[in-house]
């Protein structure tokens, strides 16, 4: 009998492997095949990484981060039967504006995919007079209407929630500055329409522990289960080499996420393979997406590795929960209301 609940649609082919043997020192283990997407993916784009996918209709979407030669970033569409083997679409996301006329980001990255009622939204980051967050939205992959951006610069890393609370949507954020930010925390704020944006709640700092010491950022769409959102996000620390990304993981209260009620002191997954050591930015996984199947409490864990490559990371709800609870650790930052 599972211990916890996962509150989402049925996802029987969610990508899975079993845990391997003699797994130690996280509820999370890496898929034998990483990583999934391999250099040079299409024409004119070099890495593809920092990406989220979701199920739609009989097989998986996905919305990419892909390098161009050129060195700008852009998002790419891209469709797989098995969410583990992908086919691009060769051109970027056309998008437009409410008026359907042509209006395309100067850049954009690290996207999201949160599908809220009947409606798709991607969200990443890009430039509004220095790097923000832009919001854009489709009901059938096919037309993407931008909407209002959000919040003003310097944002980055907005995850929004896959279902309203207290009758608004939630978008968490990092607010940060117009470089390599080397501080930050995650923030909440809500909306009536996706447009308005307000009642902003502190979730969490960065600098519990280590890991995570230098900055933290939104991760996943956060999944909702019985004890709460669980949210995977990503936490950096400083070394003497640069920055470190590791996958941190959370449970935010259900009806207040701005309070976390569990918040793991030890990261879940940290570079320590190859092409997550290696790669344009060494030492970086990067968690955007999850794919989560309530019947038998898996869920898929999609990361950015290295600024290079995407790798995918299984584990069960039960222990993923279970080990945050154990090693729990919070500060009043973390457990408050947020509101100052
Ligand atoms: C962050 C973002 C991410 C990137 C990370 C490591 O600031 O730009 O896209 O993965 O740095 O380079």
Same mark, same amino acid.
């Given at each position: ?65 892909? %390098? ?30 409410? %008026? ?97 944006? &307000? ?13 995570? &010491?230098?900055?933290? !950022? !939104?991760?996943?769409?956060?999944? %909702?289960?019985?004890? &709460? ?19 941190? !993981? ?28 290696? !790669? ?16 038998? &409490? ?43």
């Amino acid at each position: 009998m599972p211990k916890y609940t996962m509150y989402a649609p049925k996802l029987s082919n969610v990508p899975w492997q079993e845990k391997p043997e003699g797994h130690i020192n996280s509820p999370l283990w890496r898929y034998t095949e990483n990583p999934i997407i391999d250099r040079n993916p299409l024409p004119g784009v070099t890495r593809i990484f920092n990406s989220a996918v979701m199920p739609y209709e009989d097989k998986f979407v996905g919305v990419f981060r892909g %390098e161009q030669t050129n060195g700008v970033p852009y998002i790419y569409l891209g469709w797989s039967q098995d969410a583990v083997h992908w086919d691009f679409e060769p051109e970027k996301i056309p998008f437009v504006d409410e %008026e359907g006329k042509p209006f395309m980001p100067i850049y954009a990255y690290d996207p999201r995919l949160v599908k809220v009622e009947d409606t798709y939204y991607i969200i990443w980051c890009q430039d509004f007079y220095g790097a923000a967050i832009g919001v854009a939205k489709t009901q059938d992959f096919k037309h993407f209407v931008r909407i209002e951006n959000p919040f003003l610069p310097f944002n980055r890393n907005a995850v929004l929630f896959p279902r309203k609370v207290h009758g608004n949507f939630m978008m968490m954020s990092r607010p940060s500055d117009s470089g390599h930010t080397p501080f930050g925390d995650i923030f909440i704020s809500e909306s009536p329409d996706m447009v308005f944006w &307000g009642k902003h709640r502190h979730v969490m700092s960065r600098g519990n522990s280590w890991w995570e &010491g230098l900055k933290i !950022g !939104g991760g996943a769409a956060p999944i %909702e289960t019985s004890e &709460g959102w669980l949210l995977f996000y990503h936490g950096v620390t400083q070394t003497c080499n640069g920055y470190v990304y590791s996958i941190g !993981g959370a449970i935010l209260d259900i009806d207040e996420p701005s309070k976390v009620k569990y918040r793991c002191n030890n990261y879940l997954l940290t570079p320590e393979e190859w092409f997550e050591e290696r !790669g344009f930015v060494p030492n970086v996984t990067f968690p955007c997406a999850t794919l989560h199947d309530p019947e038998t &409490g898996r869920i898929a864990v999609y990361y950015g590795a290295a600024d290079s490559y995407v790798g995918l990371a299984f584990g069960y709800l039960d222990e993923i929960i279970d080990y945050i609870k154990d090693n729990s650790k919070t500060t009043n930052d973390d457990t408050e209301l947020g509101r100052r």
